[in-house]
């Protein structure tokens, strides 16, 4: 059982069950051998492979069967239907990936890895913050300085990108900022640029970009989602609204594409990671880390990467358990759910931003 970075977790538990007691042909070769059983009337364990199966009861083993089907049937389908039942193939030669802030943290890490898997793929970054790494030599990294908060930079960005690379075929939403005051206490600035970074800026991106991927039927537009839209914490209600967001963007932009636009194989992913230890936040969650390990950088580049290799639009959890579990927790009473967001208030997390405003325009200084 291989630890993570982030230890000894709750999801490398997961990760092992589902390799191993939910393994596809486990559960394939328990159920064909139990169906067999029941038309001969065999007892399962004639067979002597399947003795070991004397130390379960039935119930057991049938509880187990039909776990591992539920799961197998549930991933292919939510595959298929986040995909709507279509293929689609990537030359990662020819892709041109626009990944905002990219500059540092995730987005820097997401840009080596693609350069790690294929060294030609064009990759566009738009970032505030200058670059923090050495692009490899011969690779095709552009590089674009910008302030996301601000409207018409962004139109004139996106006119400049089509004209000096092209249309990019995969776009990831990567840039957020985070300002970390109550909502009574949070400027105007605070708001409207956490709003405008987080939220109007991947909107519009999509807006740029989304016409040329519909025209080939091809792209994929990736959001960096949170788990605060789930269970939003005191102190960021600005922050979990546009990951909120973000999701409705990522659900009915999906309707749009099959039903107005006729694009079904233009993907959209969202990823709805716990806290990361960016500069983002400081501090600890305080909690136990086998169920809730501030994830690390590499960790989120490495799925973004796996996500964007796949070709395949998906909703991705992280860590997978517990806040897949989380997220379907919303079916409880609503007593319990608000409950269940209490949690957050143990969190030893300081989300104090670490932008500076300018104080005349409010925009980034
Ligand atoms: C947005 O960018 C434009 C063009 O660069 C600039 O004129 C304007 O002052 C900026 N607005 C803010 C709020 O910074
Ligand atoms: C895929 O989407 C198109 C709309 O673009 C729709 O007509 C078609 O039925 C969908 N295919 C499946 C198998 O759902």
């Given at each position: 059982m291989a630890f993570s970075r982030e230890g000894f977790t709750a999801d490398v538990v997961a990760g092992f069950v589902r390799r191993t007691f939910l393994n596809r042909n486990v559960i394939i070769i328990l159920a064909l051998s139990q169906a067999v059983s029941y038309i001969n009337g065999y007892?399962?364990?004639?067979?002597?492979?399947?003795?070991?199966?004397?130390?379960?009861p039935l119930r057991a083993l049938n509880i187990w069967i039909l776990l591992g089907i539920y799961t197998h049937v549930t991933s292919y389908l939510n595959d298929q239907f986040a995909n709507n039942w279509t293929k689609d193939t990537y030359k990662w030669n020819k892709e041109i990936v626009l990944i905002t802030g990219?500059?540092?943290?995730i987005g820097a890490a997401l840009t080596s890895l693609l350069l790690k898997r294929n060294p030609s793929t064009k990759i566009v970054i738009i970032d505030?913050?200058?670059?923090?790494f050495k692009p490899p030599p011969g690779s095709a990294v552009y590089y674009y300085q910008g302030d996301l908060s601000n409207s018409s930079i962004i139109r004139q960005l996106c006119e400049r990108i089509r004209n000096e690379v092209g249309h990019p075929t995969v776009l990831v939403n990567n840039a957020g900022l985070v300002r970390g005051t109550t909502v009574m206490e949070g400027s105007y600035a605070d708001v409207e640029i956490t709003i405008k970074t987080n939220l109007i800026a991947p909107f519009l991106l999509t807006k740029e970009f989304l016409p040329d991927m519909v025209r080939r039927n091809h792209g994929h537009i990736v959001s960096m989602g949170s788990m605060s839209a789930v269970t939003p914490p005191a102190r960021i209600a600005d922050y979990a609204a546009t990951k909120a967001g973000l999701i409705a963007l990522t659900e009915a932009l999906q309707l749009e594409l099959k039903?107005?636009?006729?694009?079904?194989?233009?993907r959209q992913s969202i990823l709805l990671p716990f806290f990361i230890k960016t500069p983002l936040i400081k501090g600890e969650?305080?909690?136990?880390n086998f169920l809730y390990p501030l994830l690390h950088v590499d960790t989120v580049a490495e799925t973004l990467a796996d996500i964007l290799y796949s070709g395949r639009g998906r909703t991705v959890y992280l860590p997978g358990f517990p806040m897949a579990f989380v997220h379907k927790?919303?079916?409880?009473?609503e007593w319990l759910f608000r409950l269940a967001r209490e949690e957050s208030m143990k969190f030893g997390i300081d989300f104090t931003g670490r932008q500076k405003l300018d104080e005349k325009t409010g925009g980034l200084s």
């Amino acid at each position: 059982m291989a630890f993570s970075r982030e230890g000894f977790t709750a999801d490398v538990v997961a990760g092992f069950v589902r390799r191993t007691f939910l393994n596809r042909n486990v559960i394939i070769i328990l159920a064909l051998s139990q169906a067999v059983s029941y038309i001969n009337g065999y007892p399962l364990t004639a067979f002597p492979v399947f003795r070991f199966v004397h130390l379960f009861p039935l119930r057991a083993l049938n509880i187990w069967i039909l776990l591992g089907i539920y799961t197998h049937v549930t991933s292919y389908l939510n595959d298929q239907f986040a995909n709507n039942w279509t293929k689609d193939t990537y030359k990662w030669n020819k892709e041109i990936v626009l990944i905002t802030g990219g500059a540092s943290g995730i987005g820097a890490a997401l840009t080596s890895l693609l350069l790690k898997r294929n060294p030609s793929t064009k990759i566009v970054i738009i970032d505030h913050s200058p670059l923090t790494f050495k692009p490899p030599p011969g690779s095709a990294v552009y590089y674009y300085q910008g302030d996301l908060s601000n409207s018409s930079i962004i139109r004139q960005l996106c006119e400049r990108i089509r004209n000096e690379v092209g249309h990019p075929t995969v776009l990831v939403n990567n840039a957020g900022l985070v300002r970390g005051t109550t909502v009574m206490e949070g400027s105007y600035a605070d708001v409207e640029i956490t709003i405008k970074t987080n939220l109007i800026a991947p909107f519009l991106l999509t807006k740029e970009f989304l016409p040329d991927m519909v025209r080939r039927n091809h792209g994929h537009i990736v959001s960096m989602g949170s788990m605060s839209a789930v269970t939003p914490p005191a102190r960021i209600a600005d922050y979990a609204a546009t990951k909120a967001g973000l999701i409705a963007l990522t659900e009915a932009l999906q309707l749009e594409l099959k039903y107005i636009h006729n694009a079904p194989k233009v993907r959209q992913s969202i990823l709805l990671p716990f806290f990361i230890k960016t500069p983002l936040i400081k501090g600890e969650v305080g909690k136990p880390n086998f169920l809730y390990p501030l994830l690390h950088v590499d960790t989120v580049a490495e799925t973004l990467a796996d996500i964007l290799y796949s070709g395949r639009g998906r909703t991705v959890y992280l860590p997978g358990f517990p806040m897949a579990f989380v997220h379907k927790l919303r079916v409880l009473p609503e007593w319990l759910f608000r409950l269940a967001r209490e949690e957050s208030m143990k969190f030893g997390i300081d989300f104090t931003g670490r932008q500076k405003l300018d104080e005349k325009t409010g925009g980034l200084s």
